[in-house]
């Protein structure tokens, strides 16, 4: 791998701001530039560097692939209109449900999303704006993992031996590339992005997704985005890395009031790490975990049965397709 890490300890903020500013600036030059945006501190720090470098050059859009949270797009975006960012929320779902239909393979589902994304999506908003480049926020991990085989990450392209200007039409500049997880936080905070940004838990590109067993349905993700507010809701105070809930493709035995009630398995998995190479489940209280599943199993009657994932990675992985 040819990318050179920049670690944590060796890296000074406010200088990486302004080179990043002034590499942006000199090969976007007098030309215009688009960005996916997604409410994550990768793509929210390159959103922020971006906006600085380019002002009106460069077009923010939130493609809203019906894979995110409940609201997300809306919301980041009028989060992001108050930092004066304008935001374009793109409606996409159509799109991305009907290249996952059918698809049960992890490799197959990412590579799906993956050009829906790029050939698709953004090809199209390229074509109209007749901008040339496109933003993301690549980190170091994500060529990691996709170069050593472990998962394709979506947003890995030209490691990948993809030449984005020939297959999409533009060319992606990727700033956050050289750093992992810990110091695009600093970076982020560095650039005044309020709190709730740069802490967020990680969340994959690949949105719900990746946290789909089987085939990536309107309904099935729906089921995962309700578990998932739940997750969050009872675990963002434990201080975890990441925590998450995982919808199960094949339904279990349970019962109500007396009765078989023949349905799904949520996964709830939360994570300590420091830069997602490696993580320990995180040894929660039981109280806490009963009260995870009274809630899930209540609030998504479609769920009888809530699991708690307590293997390392490795040989595990933090996000589970």
Excluded at 12 to 24: A, D, N
Excluded at 147 to 162: D, F, T, Y
Excluded at 185 to 197: D, G, T, W
Excluded at 243 to 271: F, N, P, S
Aim: aromatic share 6%.
């Amino acid at each position: 791998m040819q990318i050179k890490e920049l670690k944590l300890e060796d890296l000074h903020p406010e200088e990486f701001i302004e080179r990043k500013v002034e590499e942006i600036t000199s090969i976007v030059g007098s030309g215009s530039a688009i960005n996916a945006l997604s409410g994550g501190v990768d793509s929210s720090t390159v959103t922020v560097l971006a906006h600085r470098a380019l002002g009106d050059q460069l077009k923010t859009h939130f493609i809203d692939n019906g894979l995110m949270r409940r609201d997300e797009p809306q919301r980041i975006a009028a989060l992001f209109e108050e930092l004066g960012v304008p935001v374009e929320i793109v409606d996409a779902k159509k799109q991305f449900f009907d290249a996952l239909k059918g698809i049960t393979d992890p490799e197959a589902k990412r590579e799906a999303i993956t050009q829906t994304f790029y050939k698709d999506v953004f090809r199209m908003l390229v074509k109209e704006s007749g901008a040339r480049y496109l933003l993301q926020g690549t980190n170091y991990t994500d060529v990691e993992e996709t170069v050593a085989g472990i998962k394709r990450q979506h947003n890995i392209l030209e490691q990948m031996g993809i030449d984005t200007k020939e297959a999409y039409g533009y060319t992606v500049i990727e700033p956050l590339i050289q750093l992992r997880k810990p110091a695009i936080r600093a970076v982020a905070r560095a650039l005044r992005l309020p709190e709730e940004i740069y802490k967020r838990p990680p969340f994959p590109g690949p949105a719900l997704a990746a946290r789909v067993i089987g085939e990536v349905t309107p309904e099935r993700v729906e089921l995962v985005r309700k578990a998932t507010k739940i997750v969050e809701e009872e675990l963002e105070r434990t201080g975890a890395f990441q925590y998450l809930a995982i919808l199960h493709e094949d339904k279990v035995t349970g019962m109500r009031a007396g009765k078989r009630d023949y349905g799904m398995q949520i996964e709830v998995r939360c994570w300590d790490s420091e830069d997602a190479r490696t993580g320990s489940p995180t040894k929660l209280p039981y109280e806490t975990l009963d009260i995870l599943a009274e809630r899930i199993t209540t609030e998504v009657p479609a769920v009888v049965s809530v699991t708690y994932n307590i293997t390392k990675k490795p040989p595990s992985t933090i996000e589970a397709v």
